[in-house]
């Protein structure tokens, strides 16, 4: 089977062009300025249409198993389709949490099985993600563990981290942290600060964020283990990972997109959707987030696409789940708000969204639009403005703040794996 991919604009040579993709059986035959068309059993015109490479995301709750009411595997890896992801790393706070390599590894099958794009397998830090005790880190790897993490919740002891990046180390597999402690996070919903002061709150400090990265900074300067930095939220928490970038420590870092494009300021009443961890910061810390991007401080955008039900966010901030929906609206939204307006180029975007995450994390290239690759990318109308919706959406939950939000960017098509697996309606 021939599929001819017309006239599309793609990045290729540092530069976007028009080019013809032609697939065979799912695998890049062909990329070309003009490819004879008698050859293909299919066409799809893509003139004006823009072909992005797949993009990955390290950094997914999918739920499965344990709360299938808000995600599972196919749910999200549709989700992620639908927003032109082809490669995601899953969190590994399901229930029940994958302690042993046997656990992991019927999770890798499954996920395999069930997942419309690759979705990789984080395996996590320590039995259940809480305590002391350490899984069998080279039992993980072998299992097929894409990396390791306890996100949800911080590390409490340095002993523990420690002894977890001595041993990850030696696995050279990254090691993601969520970093947060929690005796300072004095029950916070939000920032601390004049938005949780206004809205009467209680506010979490950005000291619970800062200190725990600090010093686990400095035990992987010691350990040498590629230590991940999840969704970065602060100006404090760049300037301590530009610092260590200097000095060495093998550390790399992701920022959500809500982190960039929102800030507390923007809470106007107690509306759970603006509700996760970490908070949303002032509009400084938003503004050195995406500093930070551009001076190579952080790596890569992840979304921490964290679906919860209505039933669960429906309430007040006080009493609501943390974390917001974002692998559909992620390309979107950053295209609409940072490459529209000039603030980053496509091409920076792309490198956030794809080839770094795929580089740091040691994935497949597959996602490059490359002869002899299978086709993992998508097709976008860069023009067609509409408004985030929640009938548009394959996620099970529809938590994001983001609804109703004015976007140029519409996905029109995902290839994953040689197949294609979103198409619009
Ligand atoms: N981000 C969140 O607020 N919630 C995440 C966990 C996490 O990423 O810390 C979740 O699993 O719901
Ligand atoms: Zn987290
Ligand atoms: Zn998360």
Redesign the pocket.
């Known amino acids: 089977m021939k599929t001819l991919i017309q006239a599309g604009m793609i990045f290729q040579d540092s530069e976007f062009q028009t080019r013809d993709i032609l697939l065979n059986d799912g695998i890049i035959a062909q990329i070309g300025p003009h490819i004879d068309p008698t050859q293909a059993d299919q066409i799809i015109a893509a003139s004006g249409q823009t072909v992005l490479p797949g993009l990955v995301d390290v950094?997914v709750?999918f739920r499965d198993p344990g709360q299938t009411d808000k995600e599972t595997v196919k749910t999200g890896s549709e989700a992620s389709a639908h927003g032109g992801y082809t490669t995601v790393c899953a969190?590994p706070?399901v229930t029940p949490v994958p302690n042993t390599p046997d656990k992991l590894k019927q999770m890798i099958n499954y996920n395999d099985e069930q997942g419309v794009i690759s979705v990789k397998q984080f395996a996590p830090v320590t039995y259940d993600e809480c305590g002391y005790q350490l899984v069998d880190f080279d039992g993980m790897k072998k299992a097929g563990a894409v990396a390791f993490s306890n996100?949800?919740?911080g590390i409490q002891t340095a002993k523990t981290m420690y002894d977890a990046m001595t041993a990850i180390a030696k696995t050279g597999l990254p090691l993601a942290a969520?970093v947060?402690d929690h005796a300072l996070m004095n029950g916070g919903v939000m920032n601390e600060g004049s938005a949780s002061n206004k809205l009467g709150l209680r506010g979490a400090p950005e000291v619970a964020e800062t200190s725990q990265l600090a010093r686990d900074l400095e035990l992987a300067r010691v350990t040498g283990v590629h230590y991940h930095v999840?969704?970065v939220s602060t100006a404090r928490s760049v300037e301590l990972i530009r610092r260590a970038k200097a000095d060495g420590v093998n550390v790399t870092a992701e920022v959500t997109p809500h982190h960039l494009l929102l800030d507390h300021s923007m809470i106007q009443a107690d509306d759970p959707m603006y509700?996760?961890?970490?908070p949303l910061r002032t509009r400084k810390d938003r503004a050195e987030l995406l500093a930070g991007l551009l001076d190579g401080t952080i790596d890569m955008i992840a979304t921490?696409h964290?679906p919860?039900t209505s039933a669960d966010k429906g309430h007040s901030f006080n009493d609501a789940?943390?974390?917001?929906t974002g692998i559909e609206t992620a390309f979107p939204l950053l295209y609409t708000q940072l490459v529209k307006t000039k603030k980053v180029t496509l091409s920076q975007l792309l490198k956030w969204m794809s080839s770094a995450p795929t580089a740091k994390f040691n994935l497949s290239n597959e996602n490059e639009i490359k002869i002899g690759n299978h086709a993992n990318f998508s097709v976008w109308d860069l023009n067609d403005p509409h408004q985030i919706a929640t009938k548009n959406m394959k996620s099970k939950s529809h938590n994001s703040p983001f609804l109703g939000d004015q976007v140029d960017a519409k996905n029109l098509m995902t290839f994953a794996n040689g197949k294609l697996v979103y198409q619009d309606q």
Not at 321 to 324: C, P, S, Y
């Open positions: 950094h709750h969190m706070n996100d949800g919740v969520h947060e999840c969704h509700k996760m961890n970490p921490d964290a919860h789940a943390f974390g917001i």
